[in-house]
């Protein structure tokens, strides 16, 4: 069974930083594209990064470049998201996923793509 667990968020600061660790388990890492996707309150669920399984690339929403940074380690099993500069309007739940359609990253990213969903971690950023 495919499971995706995310952790590590909080209540930070404006400008403060948090790293959020996405733990897979039940597939192989590196066979997959991984995204961060994040929904706040009354909006719909977006992606914010993504890291491809094939070459290394990575992708990331212009609200987030330069300020947060994906890796992954495939050998722990764990994708990574550091978040630095983080504004109130990144407060949000924070959601990792699997694309089981493409295993390089595309922007902008499409939720329908992918699986394998985790209950999330709530990130809120204070003014």
């Known amino acids: 069974q495919v499971q995706f667990v995310e952790s590590g968020g909080g209540l930070v600061q404006a400008g403060g930083s948090l790293r959020l660790s996405c733990a897979a388990s039940?597939?192989?890492?590196?066979?997959?594209?991984i995204s961060w996707f994040r929904q706040a309150p009354g909006k719909e669920r977006e992606g914010v990064s993504c890291s491809s399984a094939s070459d290394g690339s990575t992708y990331y929403a212009d609200s987030v470049k330069d300020r947060f940074t994906i890796s992954r380690d495939n050998a722990e099993g764990t994708v990574y998201l550091r978040m630095n500069s983080l504004k109130p309007e990144d407060t949000a739940i924070y959601y990792c996923a699997a694309n089981l359609m493409r295993r390089r990253c595309q922007g902008p990213l499409r939720n329908h793509e992918y699986a394998y969903w985790g209950q999330g971690t709530q990130v809120t950023v204070s003014s």
């Open positions: 039940g597939l192989t890492l590196g066979d997959y594209a």
